[in-house]
């Protein structure tokens, strides 16, 4: 039989897998997440809880406490598969790299990005953010976060064969994640205020397509170097 | 334009000669950095030469 | 610990024939360096079905780099890999649907079942073999540890469930290094004796190894690395 | 074309032609930075607004398009490395890497000290200087990741990378950054002029290119010790050192040979 699974049945299983592996350390999915919380109550204890001075910081609180987050769970995207030897055996499937690339990137998201999106209403309301800019948080945080998770493969896949990798792997992948923050945070500002947010939203796309085309390139080719 | 005058820089001697200065110390210093690279390469490469001389 | 080596082998259905006009692995002038070190250069391989080829040679001289180079899982400073002629850069995935590497850490999910690493391994492979999970879990002698998290499981046992994942796929070529550490004599037996079934069979096998590999009338090609 | 970067980039080829080239370079250089001053600092007027401050200029806007040029530059290198696997092309962007963040920080340090009579605070979240604060970051993450690899061709590789993320980020980065300027702060207090009259463009084109050839003498020193360094135990090196050891090195004290 020649090759059993086509590209997209790969793109399950390694999906399938990494969902399966998450769910048997579910204490490393939680993480991150308590983190955003905490770090958005945080805030208020730092600053007054003066609900107009609250409402103005709470898109760029919350939009900095995601991207926080979402860096927080990277580590693990390639680490444990690094440490086994099973990453080898990945780059050896005989399917495109950037197939690694992305369904490791979709399970970071769905594990972190997601969660994000669900907890954000919530926070939001504690940092008194007015309804429709709620609705606008939810949206920018649906595109954004996807292209943070694949932006943080890069640097990941650069930084998994290194030994203390984590505060490098911050230092290259917060600087590509400023045009998202700002588009991010812009959006739900001006959607508070009562402005358009299409500009944003369509620039957050694109960021969103961009990402898509370079980081499986950039990550499967940054995976092949630091696996040697 | 006399000398004195120069210097005063219409009173913004600090900020025209402190950026002038920055930029010269951070200059100099890659300079000297790269001289020093390349004197402590050749040194090196030198002192293999003096010894494989002295064995052969 | 029981371990049984079956002895009715299980009929393995015959490899795939390949075209045999050329040798399917070859590479010309491959040097390597690390660091600044160099650990070998100007090496030419040639491999073919049948063939068995031990690299051996002391710590440190470039075994395991010879052997990843050659997996295309590492690049070499000089000279070019081919498999059936064609470019291993170039031709990555076909190379890969006929290939599978045991490297010095067996990629062995801890958190995953003997079973479950299988599965998972069984279907991103390029081609399946008809051997079903669990015959070859009782093959590398895993029987009864088919549900346990592998990371209760002992070096040599985790080893075999690498070994399993030999027998469930259908690789023309094995690449194995040290394929003997933390196995016992049985495993040991068991190496030799899947070894001298995959060639029988047209397979092609490149082994790096210190002990001495007995496997009968198989062709055996020795490369020594300095 | 293949031909010549092929013979360029052996690294003997490039030790000879650079070390008959850097002395010319280095002399045009100085001439050209010596010229700049004069024009920039005595010749041409201050400014009706800023007044002296201005003369800042001639070095706070060659010293950023140092940074940018620099920072595209080491990408190209880096993918032309990546490759073709040429390893001069690797050590032109690794060295590069430091001399690129040095007129970065250079550009941050003038940019604050231009606008510090204007805004009255050191720091003003223009978007020019933010910009090229993000880029002082990119080029210490692309130094960090560098020097993070223990073997220096798998580094070159993984900086290679980061070095081409980076530069298609840049123009991204860049926008946005201009973008959220004028969302936040709808009358941008830039640094810089609106219009330059000839008599100020001249020093600060001169300039410019002094700073350009600057960054090449820097640039062909550092690669050249690399070199030296790299290829130590090849033959070449090794007859050179001969050479050299012959007339007695050490009394004669030249170093560009």
């Known amino acids: 039989m020649s090759g059993a699974t086509g590209v997209w049945g790969a793109l399950g299983t390694l999906i399938r897998r990494d969902l399966l592996l998450a769910l048997r350390r579910r204490a ?10 905490i770090v958005v109550t945080l805030f208020p204890l730092g600053l007054g809880p003066a609900p107009n001075l609250l409402q103005k910081l709470a898109p760029g609180v919350l939009w900095v406490a995601a991207l926080l987050s979402a860096m927080l769970s990277l580590e693990a995207m390639f680490h444990s598969d690094f440490e086994d030897g099973s990453l080898e055996q990945l780059l050896l499937v005989p399917q495109p790299v950037f197939i690694i690339v992305l369904a490791k990137a ?10 994000l999106l669900l907890l954000a209403p919530i926070l939001a309301l504690w940092l ?9 948080l939810l949206i920018t945080l649906a595109l954004g976060t996807p292209v943070l998770s694949l932006i943080g493969a890069i640097g990941v896949a650069l930084t998994v064969g290194l030994r203390r990798g984590g505060v490098l792997l911050s230092l290259l992948v917060l600087p590509l994640y400023i045009p998202v923050l700002i588009m991010g945070a812009g959006a739900v500002d001006s959607a508070a205020a009562g402005l358009s947010v299409g500009e944003h939203l369509s620039i957050l796309g694109a960021l969103l397509a961009f990402a898509v085309t370079l980081a499986p390139w950039a990550a499967g080719a940054a995976l092949r170097i630091s696996v040697e | 334009m006399n000398i004195a005058e120069f210097f005063q820089m219409d009173g913004y001697a600090l900020y025209v000669w402190g950026a002038y200065g920055v930029t010269l110390v951070v200059l100099a210093l890659n300079v000297m950095l790269a001289r020093q690279q390349q004197r402590k390469a050749l040194r090196a490469i030198l002192r293999a030469a003096q010894r494989d001389r002295s064995r052969a | 610990m029981g371990t049984s080596v079956r002895q009715s082998p299980r009929e393995y259905n015959p490899l795939v024939a390949a075209d045999e006009d050329q040798p399917a692995l070859t590479a010309e002038n491959l040097a390597c360096e690390r660091g600044d070190r160099l650990l070998f250069s100007g090496l030419n391989i040639s491999l073919d079905a049948g063939n068995l080829m031990l690299v051996e040679g002391p710590n440190g001289s470039g075994k395991t780099s010879l052997l990843r180079i050659l997996c295309g899982l590492a690049q070499p400073s000089a000279g070019v890999v081919r498999w059936r002629g064609e470019e291993i850069g170039k031709a990555r995935e076909r190379y890969c649907a006929e290939l599978m590497y045991l490297g010095h850490n067996h990629g062995v999910k801890g958190d995953f079942t003997p079973y479950e690493n299988l599965q998972i391994a069984r279907d991103l492979a390029g081609a399946q073999s008809a051997v079903t999970l669990d015959d070859a879990l009782y093959d590398v002698g895993l029987a009864g540890f088919e549900d346990a998290p592998a990371r209760t499981l002992s070096a040599g046992q985790r080893r075999r469930v690498a070994l399993a994942r030999l027998l469930v796929t259908q690789a023309r070529l094995w690449v194995m290094d040290e394929p003997f550490t933390a196995l016992d004599t049985d495993g040991v037996m068991l190496v030799e004796k899947m070894l001298e ?19 009968t009338e198989v062709n055996i090609i020795r490369l020594e690395l300095r | 074309m293949w031909l010549w970067i092929h013979k360029f980039g052996s690294p003997k080829y490039f030790y000879s032609v650079s070390g008959k080239l850097l002395p010319w370079v280095a002399g045009a250089t100085v001439l050209l930075i010596v010229m700049g001053l004069y024009l920039g600092l005595v010749t041409s007027p201050a400014d009706y607004q800023q007044r002296e401050t201005v003369r800042i200029m001639y070095i706070h806007v060659p010293s950023a398009w140092n940074s940018m040029f620099i920072y595209l530059l080491m990408a190209v290198a880096a993918a032309i490395g990546l490759i073709w696997n040429i390893k001069l092309a690797d050590i032109v962007a690794a060295v590069s890497a430091p001399i690129g963040a040095s007129f970065t920080f250079i550009t941050l340090v003038t940019g604050s000290l231009w606008g510090k009579p204007m805004w009255g605070t050191w720091w003003e979240w223009d978007a020019r200087l933010t910009s090229e604060l993000i880029l002082l970051f990119l080029y210490l993450g692309y130094i960090a990741l560098q020097s993070a690899f223990e073997d220096r061709r798998l580094a070159a590789r993984a900086s290679a990378v980061l070095a081409i993320v980076g530069a298609v980020n840049v123009p991204i980065i860049y926008y946005s950054v201009q973008w959220w300027n004028t969302l936040h702060q709808p009358q941008s207090l830039g640094v810089g002029m609106s219009t330059i009259h000839l008599s100020m463009l001249w020093p600060l084109l001169i300039m410019a290119l002094g700073f350009k050839l600057l960054y090449v003498v820097i640039l062909l020193m550092r690669t050249r010790a690399e070199v030296l360094e790299r290829e130590r135990n090849n033959a070449w090196v090794q007859e050179l050192a001969q050479a050299l050891a012959g007339r007695d090195f050490f009394r004669s004290g030249n170093e560009y040979r």
């Open chain 1, 106 to 115: 979709l399970t970071h998201w769905l594990l972190s990005g997601l969660p």
């Open chain 3, 197 to 215: 079934r995959h060639l029988a069979q047209g397979g092609m096998a490149l082994v790096s190894t210190h002990h001495e590999v007995r496997v």
């Open chain 1, 128 to 136: 008194h953010l007015p309804n429709e800019a709620i609705l606008v």
């Open chain 1, 28 to 37: 490393q999915v939680l993480n991150p997440l308590v983190f955003f919380v």
